[in-house]
């Protein structure tokens, strides 16, 4: 992965805390990259291999809803366009983590994926769900559905804010490479 595409991904995973945050939950970075910062310097291929699973596979952030006395591990996954790699990463962080919700996405959604914020979908997965083709066209729900809290953004349009930004990116990277 080059720096600019970990640039990218951090920014989006950035983009959805400070969103979480706002609404009122309680965000605690977990990933590799954030809990053991000495190694954003290194290529991912350094120390992917020597670190353990467990270590290496932990979703980006535990989201904390103190009120509603809930809980979420939380993977961010930034895309181009949806590719059937992503099912092969979604399945080694799921060997070890078997319940999180992954939030993607993507500058190029699908035809199925429809609405407003059409391009940022979550998905509960937990030790049942498939991970198929499938899955990944028909399953995501809208951020507000999942983390209820997100409603209340909806209605100012924070969560429309987020999607704009992170197309931004998108379209930096298709300058960049031109």
Same mark, same amino acid.
């Given at each position: ?5 970990? /640039? ?33 310097? #290194? ?20 989201? /904390? ?10 993977? #961010? ?9 992503? /099912? ?28 407003? #914020? ?27 559905? #999942?983390?209820?809290? /997100? ?28």
């Amino acid at each position: 992965m080059d720096l600019d595409n970990r /640039l990218r991904g951090q920014l989006v995973a950035a983009a959805f805390e400070v969103l979480l945050l706002d609404a009122g939950y309680q965000v605690i970075p977990t990933g590799i990259e954030r809990s053991l910062r000495e190694l954003r310097t #290194v290529a991912v291929d350094r120390y992917l291999e020597p670190a353990p699973p467990p270590l290496r596979t932990t979703p980006d952030f535990f989201v /904390l809803d103190l009120k509603g006395r809930e809980s979420w591990l939380a993977e #961010v996954k930034f895309r181009r366009y949806l590719h059937k790699r992503l /099912l092969d990463d979604l399945a080694t962080i799921q060997e070890t983590w078997p319940e999180f919700i992954l939030v993607l996405v993507l500058a190029e959604p699908p035809d199925e994926w429809t609405g407003e #914020v059409r391009h940022i979908r979550a998905f509960q997965i937990d030790e049942d769900t498939e991970l198929t083709w499938e899955f990944l066209l028909r399953d995501g729900r809208r951020l507000q559905d #999942v983390f209820v809290h /997100l409603k209340d953004r909806w209605a100012n349009g924070t969560i429309l804010a987020v999607q704009e930004s992170v197309l931004r990116l998108t379209r930096n990277q298709r300058k960049n490479e031109c």
